[in-house]
């Protein structure tokens, strides 16, 4: 079945950059998500990527796609106290029905 | 513009106790997917809903089942609570049909406590 796998915890120091690692199995997904959630809150949709892309850039956040490895990362540029959340890579399939799957999420410390 | 939002914010039940969880889409979107996020695990979708059909699954048991309204809201039931099903549980809408791209935005989810 999909599975969708990322490390639980990054901690950084404000200012540096955050690199958040995911890896799915399923090799027909076709767009990759990343999602936000802070402490008590539904998932904020930070950006995707299409499956046929290499990279995408949108302010401070870079995701690039590795697709032979199945391997995704989010890349924060001058992490901020405000970054501090737990950040979910998802998967889905273009049809009728996209469903998503999730990853357990990573949790970002930012420290002063 | 109205984002995605779900009532009641949180609610306590007691097992064996049947509850009903309620999503209003975002404006324009006509499809409600629910997604049951356990401490500490990523969301794990439940079903979907478009035209006011189930048009797919996920691996949850008969008692949850749900329901979606002519103006495309949304209604997540589950009868026979067990502890199991304390989590919290997301709605998310989306629009079908007329783009490749069915990008689901969430609402704030709704704190189940089954005691």
């Known amino acids: 079945g999909e599975d969708v796998e990322q490390s639980l915890f990054l901690s950084v120091r404000e200012g540096d950059s955050s690199v958040i690692n995911c890896t799915y199995t399923d090799s027909s997904s076709t767009y990759l998500y990343w999602y936000k959630q802070e402490p008590g809150a539904g998932l904020q949709l930070l950006t995707y990527?299409?499956?046929?892309?290499d990279m995408k850039q949108d302010q401070r956040l870079t995701v690039l796609l590795n697709k032979k490895d199945k391997h995704l990362s989010l890349r924060i540029a001058d992490t901020q106290t405000g970054d501090s959340a737990i950040y979910f890579c998802a998967d889905s399939h273009t049809g009728t029905a996209s469903k998503l799957t999730f990853g357990t999420g990573t949790r970002l410390q930012v420290t002063l | 513009d109205a984002g995605v939002t779900q009532s009641p914010t949180h609610l306590i039940k007691t097992r064996g106790q049947q509850v009903t969880l309620r999503c209003s889409p975002k404006?324009?979107?006509?499809?409600v997917s629910w997604y049951q996020q356990a401490l500490g695990q990523g969301p794990q979708f439940i079903f979907q809903?478009?035209?006011?059909?189930?048009?797919q699954r996920g691996n949850f048991p008969d008692r949850f089942s749900g329901h979606q309204f002519p103006n495309y809201s949304s209604e997540l039931n589950v009868n026979a609570l067990l502890l199991g099903d304390s989590a919290l549980y997301l709605c998310?809408?989306?629009?079908?049909?007329?783009?490749?791209?069915?990008?689901?935005?969430f609402g704030p989810g709704t704190r189940l406590l089954v005691l």
């Open positions: 404006s324009g979107h006509d499809t």
């Open positions: 998310a809408s989306s629009l079908a049909g007329r783009a490749k791209r069915e990008t689901q935005y």
């Open positions: 809903y478009y035209e006011e059909e189930e048009r």
């Open positions: 990527i299409f499956s046929n892309m």
